[in-house]
């Protein structure tokens, strides 16, 4: 009785937040566990700040990818774990970590979701975010200054330096392991729908299998 896994893809800024959280509060938070790729960057405390803001975090590089894969498989199994917490002003990895608790249903989150051949296999559902490049631009330019305490010219030169590449070596190739592609436009509700029935469908399932377990039988705490 593994969980289920959802993997949500696409560019930076692409929605992808807006769409595990539509998920999340149709199927209920009390049944997902939900993983964030952008927890996991690598801890650059021991580089000068001005260094940090140099390194290249859309390369697979930048990710702790072994901790992530690990966590994923645990909550797969059914054990919670202590996921990360990253200072995105800072580019550090904060000492104290989040709990998540295992569910029936997991939901990852990342534009390097499906660069790693392990972390596909985890996967039972691949979706990717297909937004045009203007308006994932701007909705990370706003972001990073809103949320991040960047500068409008250290948004537009990231940009051009490392996310526009990366995105065109590493991601967008990555569209074609998708299993459901999600426009960006109202974000597909019909796509949405049918994610979201899916899950269902499997909770559905999982629990009438917990019933007709034998008594005897000694059954998965979710």
Same mark, same amino acid.
């Given at each position: 009785?593994?969980?289920?896994?959802?993997?949500?893809?696409?560019?930076?800024?692409?929605?992808?937040?807006?769409?595990?959280?539509?998920?999340?509060?149709?199927?209920?938070?009390?049944?997902?566990?939900?993983? /964030?790729?952008?927890?996991?960057?690598? @801890?650059?405390?021991?580089?000068?700040?001005?260094?940090?803001?140099?390194?290249?975090?859309?390369?697979?590089?930048?990710? *702790?990818? @072994?901790?992530?894969?690990?966590?994923?498989?645990?909550? /797969?199994?059914?054990?919670?774990?202590?996921?990360?917490?990253?200072?995105?002003?800072?580019?550090?990895?904060?000492?104290?970590?989040?709990?998540?608790?295992?569910?029936?249903?997991?939901?990852?989150?990342? &534009?390097?979701?499906?660069?790693?051949?392990?972390?596909?296999?985890?996967?039972?559902?691949?979706?990717?975010?297909?937004?045009?490049? @203007?308006?994932?631009? &701007?909705?990370?330019?706003?972001?990073? &200054?809103?949320?991040?305490?960047?500068?409008?010219?250290?948004?537009?030169?990231?940009?051009?330096?490392?996310?526009?590449?990366?995105? /065109?070596?590493?991601?967008?190739?990555?569209?074609?392991?998708?299993?459901?592609?999600?426009?960006?436009?109202?974000?597909?509700?019909?796509? &949405?729908?049918?994610?979201?029935?899916?899950?269902?469908?499997?909770?559905?399932?999982? *629990?009438?299998?917990?019933?007709?377990?034998?008594? @005897?039988?000694?059954?998965?705490?979710?």
């Amino acid at each position: 009785m593994q969980a289920l896994v959802i993997g949500i893809a696409g560019g930076s800024g692409s929605g992808k937040t807006t769409v595990a959280s539509r998920i999340i509060e149709k199927v209920g938070v009390d049944r997902i566990s939900y993983l /964030k790729m952008d927890s996991y960057y690598i @801890d650059l405390a021991h580089l000068p700040l001005e260094q940090r803001a140099k390194n290249n975090f859309d390369h697979p590089s930048s990710i *702790d990818i @072994d901790l992530f894969i690990e966590h994923v498989k645990s909550l /797969k199994a059914g054990l919670d774990v202590e996921k990360p917490v990253y200072d995105f002003v800072t580019h550090t990895r904060k000492k104290e970590t989040e709990a998540v608790k295992a569910r029936p249903v997991i939901i990852l989150e990342g &534009i390097l979701l499906y660069e790693n051949s392990e972390l596909v296999n985890l996967i039972d559902i691949k979706t990717f975010i297909e937004t045009p490049s @203007d308006l994932r631009f &701007i909705r990370r330019l706003m972001r990073d &200054i809103k949320e991040r305490g960047r500068t409008p010219e250290s948004v537009v030169e990231q940009y051009y330096k490392t996310v526009r590449p990366m995105y /065109k070596t590493f991601v967008a190739p990555t569209k074609e392991i998708a299993d459901i592609m999600i426009p960006w436009k109202g974000y597909n509700e019909a796509a &949405i729908d049918m994610i979201i029935g899916k899950v269902q469908d499997a909770l559905t399932n999982k *629990d009438q299998l917990s019933l007709s377990l034998p008594l @005897d039988q000694p059954q998965k705490t979710l």
